[in-house]
Each structure stands twice: as structure tokens, then as C-alpha cells.
């Protein structure tokens, strides 16, 4: 079957510092993070029956706390790129603490698999002004944060001036791809509840109608461009309840079905390094298909 667009799917394992990180310490919110742990073997066995690779997203954390199940993670095959120490939102952090955090995670990561780490994704896809050159100090290759473009992979500026106003100073591009993402592609807005004294997020979605939309997205990409990349976001604390795993198993067949194929985020992060250019718009919508 021809190749009609690749999808990446990339999982954040936060475990528990997903809650710490929100000054949540006590058994019930810890608990919730340890979760996680007992979904990552289902989601192994799933990709795995399927011959699916994906990526993780291990904070530095996650790894000194369950060093065993991240070593299952990298015997499976799959990537492992950084995602903080202890998953803390990058504009939260000075200059030296940003340095040292991502001196930690990569030293870890590095540790766990036995390579150099290819990729960063900010906690809550945040970064601070500082994070692209921290980066490309450590000779990453790309960074799954931004959300510039859907389908098209493109490389991050270094130096933007943000102005509230001003036109922006927007600085030139660094060597570091850019694997767009979107909440509206992620697992944790749409499935978990969550409430302070000052938010509720009300989570819990039919799980076919976010796959619904999900599937939607991709039908699009397939029909207006040529060689498009998206990538999905999944946590296994969220993905790995029974009915949720049963939706995605059943939307991961369909894709297989739609010509979609799955590949790891490195791997195509250095095909578009090596100068392959994916998401390249050709639109073929019905009203495009009436004038030719």
C-alpha cells in the first residue's frame, strides 16, 4: 500500500513528578503518577503486536524512580528524549537551573540508553527565551514543543524579541528541527479531570469522539499534503485506562488501514535534517478538484 503520511506517536512518562510539579505531594495525587507505571506494559504489548515504534519523553526524574520499566521502554526499541528533571515549566526556571536541569536529563537519558539523546519536549510544551540554545549546546537535533504547523516539520528561530507593543524582532533559524505539536492532539485535555480551588479541566471524553477528531485531522493531511508528519501526544497515566487502550487500538488499525504509517520522531527529525521535506501543501479539496 502506498504511503500516504506518517504519524508519530510519542508518549510523556511523567509518572509522578507530573503532580509534584503542581506542589501536589500527598498519597492520591502521587498515586495518580504511579499509574502510569502499570499502563506502560500494556502499551508496550500494544505497539508491539502491531510493530509500531514510538518515542518517550522521560523525565530525568521518572528514570532515578522506575529505572527498570524505562529499560523495558529502550529493549522495545522505542526512543528516549529528554523532558526535564522533574518535569517544572521552563519559564520557572533561572538561567543556571535551566542549565544544570537540562545537564541532569541529558546525562540521564544518555545513561538509560546508552546513546546520545536526539530530542527535548518542554513540560506543558513550555519553553523559556533560553531553551533552543541550551539545545543546540548539547548538539540535540530536534525539539517537539512549538506549534507552528501541523504537517510540516521546520527549524526553531534563536533569538526572537517578543514585544507586547511592538512587531516582534524574530531572530534567524538555529539547526534544531522542529516536530510541531497541539493540545488539541494530546491525551491529557481531552481524557483527565483535574480541579483546583481555582480551575476544574473536566477531562473524560468519549474516547471515540476525540479519535473521531483525531482521525479527521489525518483524512486532511492525507488529501492536501504530500509527505505530512503528524505528531500525537499520549500520557500513559491517561492512555492506559482499559477503555481508553481499547480506542486506541482500534484507531491505530484504522490508520494502518488508511495507508498511514509510524515511524519514531528521530528518525524523521534527521530525514528532514538530511533535506527531505515533509508537509508540502497541495490542495486536492473538492473545490480545487472542480476547477482543474
Known amino acids: 500500500m502506498e504511503n500516504k ?4 506517536l510519542s508518549f510523556d512518562f511523567d509518572a509522578m513528578s507530573l503532580w509534584m510539579s503542581r506542589g501536589l505531594f500527598t498519597p492520591t495525587p502521587i498515586s495518580r503518577g504511579e499509574f502510569g507505571v502499570v499502563a506502560v506494559p500494556r502499551i508496550l504489548y500494544l505497539l508491539e503486536e502491531r ?3 514510538s518515542t518517550w519523553f522521560i523525565p530525568g526524574h521518572t528514570i532515578e524512580t522506575y529505572r527498570s520499566v524505562c529499560e523495558e521502554i529502550v529493549a522495545a526499541g522505542h526512543e528516549v528524549a ?7 515549566n521552563m519559564d520557572k526556571l533561572t538561567e543556571q537551573e535551566e542549565a544544570e536541569m537540562f545537564r541532569r536529563s541529558y546525562d ?3 545513561n538509560l540508553t546508552g546513546i546520545q539523546p536526539k530530542g527535548f519536549r518542554g ?7 533560553r531553551t533552543i540554545d541550551f539545545m543546540t549546546n548539547l548538539g540535540l537535533l530536534y525539539d517537539s514543543s512549538q506549534m507552528g504547523h501541523d504537517y510540516a516539520l521546520y527549524y526553531c528561530r534563536q533569538g526572537d524579541v517578543i ?5 516582534p524582532q524574530l531572530g534567524p533559524n538555529s539547526t534544531i528541527v522542529e516536530m510541531p505539536i497541539s493540545w488539541s492532539l494530546d491525551d491529557y485535555p481531552h481524557f483527565e479531570y483535574f480541579r483546583t480551588q481555582s480551575i476544574v479541566m473536566p477531562g473524560l471524553r468519549e474516547v471515540d469522539s476525540v479519535f473521531k477528531n483525531w482521525t479527521a485531522d489525518l483524512e486532511y493531511m492525507i488529501r492536501d499534503f504530500e509527505d505530512g508528519v503528524c505528531t500525537i501526544t499520549f500520557h500513559p497515566q491517561v492512555i492506559g485506562r ?7 487500538e482500534r484507531w ?7 495507508g498511514l504509517t509510524f515511524e519514531r520522531m528521530d528518525i524523521v527529525a534527521e530525514a528532514f535534517a538530511g533535506g527531505r521535506e515533509f508537509g508540502i501543501y497541495q490542495p486536492k479539496g473538492k473545490g480545487r478538484e472542480a476547477r482543474d
Open 5 to 8: 503520511g506518517t504519524v508519530c
Open 108 to 110: 540521564l537519558v544518555a
Open 252 to 258: 491505530l488499525d484504522q490508520l494502518a488501514d488508511m
Open 123 to 129: 513540560p506543558g510544551f513550555d519553553q523559556s527565551p
Open 51 to 53: 510493530g509500531i515504534k
Open 242 to 248: 482499559g477503555h481508553r487502550l481499547l480506542g486506541l
Open 82 to 88: 529528554l523532558h526535564t528533571y522533574n518535569h517544572t
Open 163 to 167: 514585544y507586547p507593543n511592538d512587531p
